[in-house]
Nanobody
């Protein structure tokens, strides 16, 4: 079975940092592009960041997190990370890891992903 498991969420102060990790099992990890999405109460799920399959040579970011968040992958560990710096209260949400086999037309779209994790809560206080 395919399983994605996020970790690293919690409470942070505005301006602080958190690092989220997602470990995948049951799939050939390097063959999947990986994405991070977030969902805050009362809002639609939104794209945060994505990284291409294989070596992860291409990365994509939502404008709202560009310059603050960094996505990376470690195929040897079957993990994708999201380093979040300069956190803002509006970053508060449940963050989800997602996997898409090989390429997709638009990794910013949640509809292209095959598998999803359970989510991890990130709360940023002002």
């Amino acid at each position: 079975q395919v399983q994605l498991r996020e970790s690293g969420g919690g409470l942070a102060q505005a301006g602080g940092s958190l690092k989220l990790s997602c470990v995948a099992s049951g799939l050939t990890f390097s063959n999947y592009a990986m994405g991070w999405f977030r969902h805050a109460p009362g809002k639609e799920r939104e794209f945060v960041a994505a990284i291409s399959w294989s070596t992860g040579g291409s990365t994509y970011y939502a404008d709202s997190v560009k310059g603050r968040f960094t996505i990376s992958r470690d195929n040897a560990k079957n993990t994708v990370d999201l380093q979040m710096n300069s956190l803002k209260p509006e970053d508060t949400a449940v963050y989800y890891c997602a996997a898409r086999r090989y390429s997709a037309n638009d990794l910013r779209s949640d509809s292209v992903y095959n598998y999803w994790g359970q989510g991890t809560q990130v709360t940023v206080s002002s």
